[in-house]
């Protein structure tokens, strides 16, 4: 068990925290104040935290994965170090519940924010907790400090296209748009196929900006020419000029990383193009919206700048869509259908037969039961407050209306996911949702780990008393805040890289192998992180999927004791799921090792 304590309390004093504002004139000629640099830990207890080694785990590779995907380049051109990234998250959200209680007239006590913000600094720096991975990169950064694009601090998101074609949406291509928008951003989107219907082409011009909104509204643009069912036209090309977008290897200095150039948006153009002449005057298939969002999603992580990821729903009596990973039948759909988890709206008492004939040759489609989604929060403790839920997250183990996004998370975890809560996207169907339901998602990992030391009955101990101190501080915090309390508090997500930084098995998950095994980790061939591997012994090679990426291995212990996941049964592992089961939403993680 770890001694170590919070170095004592340091701060300012009140008088200098009230400097950071300034006078604004309104339009009724009223003066307010406005808050600037509202909060910033004390340089003193940061920098007592500068020479310690943080606790990366699995033998260097949880370091390479936070240098690689965590670590923003500084005005200087160097990477922060992990010091460094804690701070800018922890200042970005105390910055944030400051503006919050600025704004809405509540109180503010100095001291009392520096000491919470020292205790959440010293728990990240630890592992005792994490953010989710959205927001060790984007939580104060210049994406959230000047751009305000809030969305980034999101893990994932659902839309419909149930609504596509209703006369007062901005057009069929909104929910394409949406998911374009928000892969862009880094977040993860599921989708359904409920839109499936008739389509019409037209055409127009344009000239593609620089920008993430620049590619995002080509999409749209191009999807609602062949769509908008208001213009009986066919048009069969659309003019773009691609001559304002930067070349690749070019810097991103609001989300970071460098441009991929044109070419992908080349790309997905043209294979929208494909896609839609095939459905012309004929019912928008069930494949075509499939093949649209894949299609997005591959454009989006082209050149391993951004990472999204994307699930879709459809009807398992639809053998068109239960089919869409059969590469025999769909042989084209191999060079993106590994884009999206495919998944089937299941009903209780269905016939599981010819689902589960195509689930045993690929591992899918998942079963998502929508009718358990919405009565209950925690199985067996009935509540009906997500009555409104249409789908779930890319890894569905958040249940999520249309349009809302969804944010992973004890006390300093919980009170970061409701922070995000606070903070409006440029979305509003997005915000009237989020305000709504202030979903959250306090999340476990190193499950896998835990059960292997101290067992399942232990595991579900800890969870149902976790559960219910959760839901005391939802009260607490959200008293404090002036906010609703949570519609959900609590997940089990299966967590990406961010479990890696600590040494965790992700989730729920059980590791491929037996206790020695060897992690992946794939890097652009332009990261430095390659040639600092390779003297090192590591083994290098090309990535299958991505050309413009290298993956290096790394040999890893998950563990005495930890069972690999062939040596898990079914059963097992069905177990640990009843064992965990617990709300979801906004999500952090905390390690249970």
Not at 234 to 245: M, N, R, T
Not at 383 to 404: M, T
Not at 543 to 556: C, L
Request: glycine residues 8%; positive net charge.
């Amino acid at each position: 068990m770890s001694t170590h304590r919070v170095p004592r309390l340091r701060t300012r004093l009140p008088s200098e925290e009230q400097q950071h504002t300034k006078q604004t004139t309104t339009s009724t000629g009223l003066t307010s104040k406005e808050p600037t640099a509202s909060f910033s830990l004390d340089r003193d207890f940061v920098n007592s935290y500068s020479e310690r080694t943080p606790p990366f785990g699995f033998n260097g590779l949880g370091e390479m994965v936070y240098r690689r995907t965590y670590a923003r380049l500084k005005p200087d051109s160097s990477r922060e170090r992990w010091h460094e990234t804690v701070e800018r998250v922890v200042n970005g959200t105390f910055r944030r519940l400051y503006e919050w209680k600025h704004h809405s007239g509540l109180p503010w006590d100095v001291s009392e924010a520096q000491r919470r913000a020292q205790t959440m600094y010293d728990k990240i720096f630890l592992m005792k907790f994490l953010p989710p991975g959205r927001g060790l990169w984007a939580m104060g950064s210049a994406l959230t400090e000047d751009r305000k694009l809030y969305a980034a601090l999101n893990n994932c998101a659902f839309v419909s296209t149930r609504t596509m074609w209703d006369r007062q949406m901005e057009g069929p291509a909104k929910p394409f748009a949406f998911l374009m928008d928000a892969a862009m951003l880094g977040v993860g989107v599921g989708f359904d196929t409920l839109g499936a219907q008739v389509a019409r082409v037209r055409n127009m011009p344009f000239r593609i900006p620089d920008s993430r909104e620049g590619w995002v509204e080509s999409v749209r643009l191009l999807i609602d020419s062949y769509l908008n069912t208001a213009n009986n036209r066919l048009c069969l090309s659309y003019s773009f000029d691609y001559g304002a977008v930067r070349p690749a290897g070019q810097p991103i200095r609001g989300f970071g990383g460098v441009t991929s150039g044109p070419g992908p948006l080349i790309e997905l153009h043209a294979a929208i193009r494909s896609t839609l002449q095939r459905n012309a005057r004929e019912p928008l298939s069930v494949t075509s919206i499939v093949d649209l969002m894949n299609l997005i999603g591959k454009c989006v992580v082209s050149g391993n700048v951004r990472r999204t990821a994307e699930i879709a729903f459809g009807d398992p009596d639809d053998a068109e869509y239960v089919d869409l990973k059969n590469y025999d039948k769909n042989p084209h759909r191999m060079a993106y259908g590994w884009t999206s988890n495919n998944s089937v709206f299941a009903r209780l008492g269905m016939d599981y037969t010819d689902v589960c004939k195509r689930v045993a040759a690929n591992g899918e489609p998942g079963f998502q039961w929508m009718d358990n989604a919405r009565r209950f929060g925690r199985m067996g403790e009935p509540n009906g407050r997500d009555a409104r839920i249409e789908g779930a997250n890319p890894c569905n183990e958040q249940a999520l209306e249309s349009y809302k996004l969804c944010c992973f998370g004890r006390d300093c975890a919980f009170l970061y996911a409701k922070t995000v809560t606070l903070l409006p996207t440029h979305w509003p169907d997005t915000n009237a949702v989020m305000l709504r339901n202030r979903r959250i998602g306090t999340s476990v990992s190193g499950i896998a780990q835990f059960v292997t030391h101290r067992g399942i009955g232990e595991l579900h101990r800890w969870l149902d008393s976790a559960y219910h101190r959760v839901q005391d501080i939802d009260r607490k915090v959200s008293e404090e805040l002036c906010v609703a309390t949570s519609v959900k508090t609590t997940t089990v997500k299966p967590s990406g890289t961010v479990s890696l930084l600590a040494g965790a098995t992700p989730g729920i998950h059980y590791p491929p192998n037996r206790a020695s095994a060897s992690g992946a980790c794939a890097f652009q061939r332009t990261r430095i992180c390659c040639q600092r591997c390779a003297p090192q012994g590591n083994h290098i090679e090309e990535d299958a999927v991505d050309k413009t990426s290298r993956v290096i291995e790394f040999p890893i212990d998950h563990g005495e004791g930890v069972r690999g996941l062939k040596d898990v049964s079914m059963w097992e592992q069905l177990s640990l799921a009843r064992a965990s089961s617990a709300p979801s939403g906004p999500t952090t993680k905390c390690l249970a090792l």
